[in-house]
């Protein structure tokens, strides 16, 4: 039986480890801000604070930073005069949401495979090769717009088609690892002592393979959040009323001489938020590789 009052201070020593590890990286902790101001932005949003569905045609296009107006209009208003604060923390619960239900879909499904594949090979693992090698023989956009155009535009079925095409990712480097893994010592051993497949595919082989596929989901959320841009930015992905980052910066496009402000800032939404993603896999990454991760602590100077 586990000694909790062991436990206990590993995990408080493990967390104290990655905080220290977080603040000796100045990206990182920038990009862990910016995400937490765009999560107090949603929580705003949906407890009411903001009035995002309220139409004034009095403040039509009206010019960000006047101080001399209500505070939700310091980021100005769109062409039907609703705050543009509002706008885009409604359009950052739809764009981060799709990216992360997309993201936790296709790393579900694309490690199961993988574990599969690499675990018992032979035709089941050569089917969902072959099936994997068949996706990714097209380029993801075009598998997006065909899909769309044939079922229709719509958040589900942007979701479906972003998970089916960011699978072979998972699918490949979870076979990988899966490859490897199952060739060791303590994998022999489990056997011998009567482990089944399945059991040791959970407690031995996804333990290991886990981490890096965390790191690859952290790289694939900016990666989908930018695939959603440009669908709803082409008229494909999020439809009104519904809003997204992409679909602002297409309705603010007509508007770039005049109201500039209406594509600037879910344009500079999007580059930050991608940006911050990456930022944090790469950190992720440094973190949880053994070789590295003595870099991201700081040494005191004697």
């Known amino acids: 039986m586990t000694d909790v009052s062991t436990t206990m201070p590993r995990k408080t020593a493990r967390l104290a480890w990655l905080t220290r590890a977080l603040i000796a990286d100045p990206m990182a902790l920038c990009s862990v801000i910016w995400l937490i101001l765009v999560l107090l932005l949603i929580i705003a949003n949906t407890s009411g604070i903001f009035a995002g569905a ?11 930073f ?3 107006f209500d505070w939700r209009l310091w980021f100005g208003a769109d062409a039907l005069g609703r705050p543009l604060m509002a706008r885009l923390a409604e359009a950052a619960l739809t764009s981060i949401g799709i990216a992360l239900v997309t993201v936790l879909l296709s790393v579900i499904l694309g490690t199961v495979l993988g574990l ?8 089941i693992g050569a089917a969902i090769m072959r099936a994997s090698d068949i996706i990714m023989g097209f380029p993801t956009l075009l598998v997006a717009l065909v899909g769309l155009y044939l079922f229709g535009p719509s958040v589900t079925n942007l979701v479906i088609v972003l998970a089916i095409t960011r699978m072979p990712s998972y699918i490949r480097v979870a076979r990988a690892e899966t490859l490897e893994v ?13 482990g089944g497949p399945f059991w040791i595919i959970r407690n031995h082989i996804l333990p290991i393979v886990a981490p890096t596929m965390l790191t690859l989901a952290s790289v694939n959320v900016a990666m989908v959040m930018l695939f ?19 679909l602002m910066i297409a309705q603010g ?43 991201l602590v700081r040494r005191k100077r004697q």
């Not at 309220?54 to 960000?64: G, S, T």
């Open 54 to 64: 309220r139409i004034d045609l009095k403040a039509r296009n009206l010019p960000p």
């Open 66 to 68: 006047d101080l001399s």
């Open 116 to 123: 599969v594949a690499g675990y018992f090979g032979g035709l």
């Open 182 to 194: 199952r060739e060791r010592l303590f994998v022999d051993a489990a056997r011998v002592f009567g």
């Open 228 to 246: 959603e841009s440009g669908l709803s930015y082409l008229g494909l992905g999020v439809q009104p009323p519904a809003v997204s980052w992409g």
């Open 253 to 295: 496009q007509g508007y770039l001489s005049s109201a500039w402000w209406l594509g600037f800032f879910p344009g500079l939404a999007v580059m930050l938020t991608t940006m911050s993603f990456n930022l944090l896999a790469n950190w992720f990454r440094i973190v949880n590789d053994p070789s590295q991760h003595w870099r």
